[in-house]
């Protein structure tokens, strides 16, 4: 059984880092085909793809937030990390973690286990 | 910027039919675009219903499909159900690793 939990603080101030914590069982991410991405949905709006790491530790980020974006895992803890520096209040969303299945033949993947995901706000 | 298209709403009858769609604000969707669709209902995470096209996730019903109609992604409901009333939204891979959501469709069965 697939499960996965996103921790991190709920309240962060403008231009602050935030660090968001994917704990996650069921599966390991050093099995090959296998990976963990970070999607966000503001309050009322769509989701949108943040970041994704994979089993050989290959990372792909959103083009339009690669600047602020890190994504690591540590396999021994079975957790991925998302950190996003310069924090605005636009960046105030529910953030989600996933399990990623990849498909060899054409690089691509989807989304098939989810968090309940945790919702940060930013605010002065 | 490429944009992932989807209507903003619809509407459906109970034991109805529905077809939403995801397109591309420049281009047509193909399979090569491996389009995906997610459920989500208000405040729960996403559930995911299909992959790489038409392919139904474990334990989604086979009244959920998807195809490729025209140049556009498409999620079809058979039989739509009170509990169907949701936001739906599709994911269109761009290559390179990069995927791209939808702004959601939002379902009322009514």
């Known amino acids: 059984q697939i499960t996965l939990k996103e921790s991190g603080p709920t309240l962060v101030k403008p231009t602050q880092t935030l660090t968001l914590t994917c704990t996650f069982s069921?599966?390991?991410?050093?099995?090959?085909?296998?990976?963990v991405g970070w999607i966000r949905q503001p309050p009322g709006k769509a989701l949108e793809w943040l970041a994704l790491?994979?089993?050989?530790?290959?990372?792909r980020y959103s083009p339009s937030l690669k600047s602020r974006l890190t994504i690591t895992k540590d396999t021994s803890k079975n957790q991925v990390v998302l950190t996003m520096t310069n924090m605005d209040p636009v960046d105030t969303a529910t953030y989600y973690c996933?399990?990623?299945?990849?498909?060899?033949?054409?690089?691509?993947?989807?989304?098939?286990?989810w968090g309940q995901g945790t919702l940060v706000t930013v605010s002065s | 910027q490429t944009v992932v298209t989807q209507e903003p709403s619809f509407s459906v009858s109970p034991g109805g039919t529905v077809t939403l769609t995801c397109g591309l604000s420049?281009?047509?969707?193909?399979?090569?675009?491996?389009p995906s669709w997610y459920q989500q209902t208000p405040g729960q995470a996403p559930r995911t219903l299909i992959y790489?096209?038409?392919t139904r996730s474990s334990g989604v019903p086979d009244r959920f499909s998807g195809s490729i109609l025209g140049n556009k992604a498409a999620l079809t409901i058979t039989g739509a159900q009170a509990d169907d009333e949701s936001d739906y939204y599709c994911?269109?891979?761009?290559?390179?690793?990069?995927?791209?959501f939808g702004g959601g469709t939002k379902l009322t069965v009514l």
């Open positions: 996933a399990h990623i299945t990849y498909y060899y033949a054409s690089g691509s993947y989807y989304f098939d286990y």
């Open positions: 420049s281009g047509s969707v193909s399979p090569s675009y491996y």
């Open positions: 790491i994979y089993w050989d530790d290959d990372k």
């Open positions: 069921g599966f390991s991410l050093s099995t090959s085909g296998v990976g």
């Open positions: 790489s096209t038409n």
């Open positions: 994911v269109l891979y761009m290559g390179s690793g990069i995927s791209v």
